[in-house]
């Protein structure tokens, strides 16, 4: 009797070392290969990945803040954009199973002042799923201009986007819109009587101690928060101020990586939710990017092995900061990462620390080619830039990044560059054929460079590409009535 106890001991002592050493190796994997994302100035940020269920790696690379060089660590709180999107839907599936709200309704019903033309046929399930067909505010021309600044009380910035004209019939197609979740955000506080913050942190930051989350507000000190960059080519300069209650419940929140966990972890249990109400957080409603939406969250399948994974995540970006949150259910394996230079390669990032956890190959990091072209185009003009690029294309060490080109082509446009950006658009319309959005960048630098019919051929073939492309569809409407 006492030879089989010892034995069970010593084979549980074997498997718990043996998972040890393995979580450690991969641990090690995930810690390389982030240096080298940092070294390349493509990761500054906190993360954490869990491995069924257990926090296997946690740590900050580069500055929270680069005037004082205050490193980022575990506990650092960054702005998580959209990320912010998940905790709006829970606040709504929660009032639904209260009996407080019904999905299927018009939101007329919980906003009699909402113009009761659109109003009548946006039900609360199309705000969740980005089916709505109302505008995405983000998208508006000027925004960052007109509104982005200014502070906005929910009932007024509403009535900012309340009676534009839809981009299409509720319910028909997915169009992602920040519109949406703002709108969530008032429901929430029209019907409970408790701001969107309280309703937060009574329903789920108390409740899961998540004390290092809540909402952003830029003049209340906040200990350990994150200032936020741009990147500019190489050069890192301070984000654009953005206030907060414009991006409100589609985008506002703060939080740790420390803290998502345990936001992950709850979303196991029924602490927040009944069974069925959680899992409605996670239904394929809707046919969306490279998988389906959810309420707040995207699913997608990946291969692994002979395998596939099923993936819940959701990604965000806002002013200064760029975040993905990444689960997979059926192992308990999460990936959260939080960086605060701006947009960067966190999805590329994401995919390497999954391979790693599944023991799969996995792409190294190398260099983005569009940071160092932007200085040649910035400085030497738009043959000298190509020239360059032509050279460097087969260069190993760098990879051709469709967000950093598309990014690097935007500052060209913005400071006037318009023959250079046509370039560097062109080199992602190469690069990646079949992205709607590079033609759509493509279309917009030749429009501002006054060739209409070359921006209608690139607005053509982005729509085609991405039919839900709304903004296409305007600008091809547009140019065809000159």
């Known amino acids: 009797m006492k030879k089989s106890i010892k034995l069970i001991a010593l084979f549980f002592a074997f498997q718990f070392t043996a998972f040890s050493t393995f979580a450690q190796d991969k641990a090690q994997q995930i810690e390389q290969l982030l240096n080298k994302y940092n070294e390349y100035g493509q990761f500054n940020g906190s993360a954490l990945v869990a491995e069924n269920g257990k926090v296997i790696f946690k740590k900050g690379f580069g500055s929270a803040n680069m005037e004082w060089n ?26 639904a199973e209260e009996g407080k709200i019904k999905l299927d309704v018009p939101i007329t019903t919980y906003l009699p002042d909402y113009p009761k033309e659109n109003g009548n046929k946006i039900t609360i399930h199309h705000l969740l799923t980005h089916t709505s067909g109302i505008p995405n505010y983000t998208n508006a021309p000027n925004f960052l201009k007109e509104k982005a600044r200014n502070p906005y009380t929910p009932e007024a910035f509403v009535k900012t986007f309340s009676s534009l004209p839809l981009d299409f019939a509720p319910g028909e197609k997915f169009n992602y819109s920040n519109s949406g979740y703002f709108l969530l955000g008032y429901i929430i506080e029209k019907i409970t009587g408790k701001s969107y913050e309280q309703n937060l942190q009574q329903t ?3 409740p899961l101690k998540m004390v290092n989350t809540g909402y952003d507000h830029s003049e209340v000190i906040i200990k350990n928060r994150a200032a936020g960059y741009e990147k500019e080519g190489k050069k890192i300069v301070n984000a654009p101020y953005l206030d907060m209650s414009i991006p409100y419940a589609a985008g506002s929140l703060y939080s740790t990586v420390e803290d998502l966990y345990l936001w992950d972890q709850a979303l196991y249990t029924n602490k927040l939710l009944s069974q069925k109400s959680m899992e409605s957080l996670f239904k394929p409603y809707i046919k969306a990017w490279n998988g389906f939406y959810g309420y707040g969250w995207s699913t997608y399948e990946v291969p692994n092995g002979n395998d596939k994974l099923t993936v819940v995540e959701h990604g965000g970006g806002i002013n200064g900061f760029n975040t993905i949150i990444s689960r997979i259910p059926k192992d308990k394996n999460l990936v959260v990462l939080l960086n605060n230079t701006g947009g960067t390669v966190l999805g590329e990032m994401n995919t390497a620390i999954r391979a790693i956890l599944y023991n799969q190959p996995f792409n190294q990091p190398k260099k983005s080619l569009a940071l160092d072209l932007l200085d040649i185009y910035n400085e030497k003009g738009a043959t000298a830039g190509t020239e360059a690029y032509k050279k460097l294309k ?27 950006a046509i370039e560097v658009f062109k080199i992602n319309v190469e690069a990646f054929p079949k992205s709607g959005n590079v033609y759509d960048s493509l279309g917009e630098a030749y429009l501002a460079d006054g060739d209409k019919k070359l921006a209608m051929v690139n607005y053509k073939k982005s729509v085609e590409l991405d039919p839900t492309n709304e903004g296409g569809k305007k600008v091809l409407e547009e140019l065809s009535k000159k």
Request: aromatic share 8%; glycine share 8%; net charge positive.
């Open 70 to 95: 205050i490193p980022n660590q575990p506990d650092t709180k960054f702005r998580l954009g959209s990320i912010s999107k998940q905790f709006t839907a829970l606040l709504i599936v929660k009032l």
């Open 394 to 420: 087969n260069d190993p060490t760098y990879a051709i990044k469709e967000g950093d080109m598309n990014r690097v082509g935007y500052q060209l446009l913005q400071t006037g560059k318009k023959k250079e």
């Open 204 to 206: 789920i930051f108390t």
